[in-house]
């Protein structure tokens, strides 16, 4: 077997089903504390809407929607992970810093703007797609189904970016937890602290004092 296979089957295997789960539990935590619980109430009502109002095509194309929009969580999710695996090794190793740990450069300007989410290849052909169904849904339909499109529409959106700061999150922690492991007397955590707190409280992990 190739390296590079050998490599692929690591990644997909340490990224896989488990992995995925426990972002969208992550995500399920924070909607149960009401952090996404506007975007997540109007979705439910959308989707209970658009099943009565949609025409048999009109629920095909919502379907395939949703199964687009979770194949880009997925993707988010991993190129997430690994773009904090990155960046915790390179606040470590250079001194380099950005607030917010490099999310903005490494994750958001890479897959949730243009032009840089065109070079991953698939996850663009599925924003494509995605953008098509949800043409082609808004297409014919009266306002009150437009309404509820947009608030499916919205909560994927919400979802997948949710999806990429946690992977970040988790795969910059991981870099940490790499270096304690190879160079524990070099304490990683301790010179890396005020990072990980900038990094945490950009994304929203922690709040200051006066926030809270």
């Known amino acids: 077997m190739s390296t590079r296979k050998v490599l692929q089957e690591m990644l997909e295997n340490c990224l896989g089903a488990a992995y995925q789960q426990e972002i969208r539990n992550r995500y399920q935590r924070n909607v ?9 109430r109007e979705y439910d009502a959308g989707i209970a809407e658009l099943t009565i109002l949609f025409s048999q095509e009109k629920k095909a194309q919502l379907a ?9 969580r997925e993707y988010a999710a991993r ?7 990155y960046c915790g090794f390179k606040q470590y190793f250079t001194s380099a810093h950005e607030a917010d740990g490099g999310f903005t450069k490494y994750v958001c300007d890479e897959i949730h703007r243009m ?4 070079r991953h290849r698939e996850y663009y052909a599925d924003i494509e797609r995605r953008n098509s169904l949800a043409e082609a849904m808004d297409t014919g339909s009266t306002g009150k189904a437009q ?3 947009v608030s499916v529409e919205c ?4 979802r997948s970016y949710s ?3 946690d992977g970040f999150y988790l795969g910059y922690h991981a870099a940490v937890a790499i270096l304690e492991e190879i160079e524990p007397y070099s304490f990683p955590a301790l010179k890396l602290e005020s990072n990980i707190l900038c990094m945490e409280h950009r994304l ?3 709040k200051t004092h006066e926030t809270r």
Request: one cysteine or more; proline letters at 2%.
């Open 32 to 40: 149960e504390k009401d952090v996404y619980g506007v975007e997540e």
């Open 64 to 72: 395939e929607y949703e199964k687009t929009c979770s194949s880009l």
């Open 79 to 85: 190129y997430g992970f690994l773009a904090g695996i």
């Open 115 to 118: 032009p840089k989410m065109k």
């Open 147 to 149: 309404y509820h499109i």
């Open 155 to 158: 909560a994927w959106d919400q």
């Open 163 to 165: 999806a990429s700061i």
């Open 204 to 206: 929203g992990y922690i």
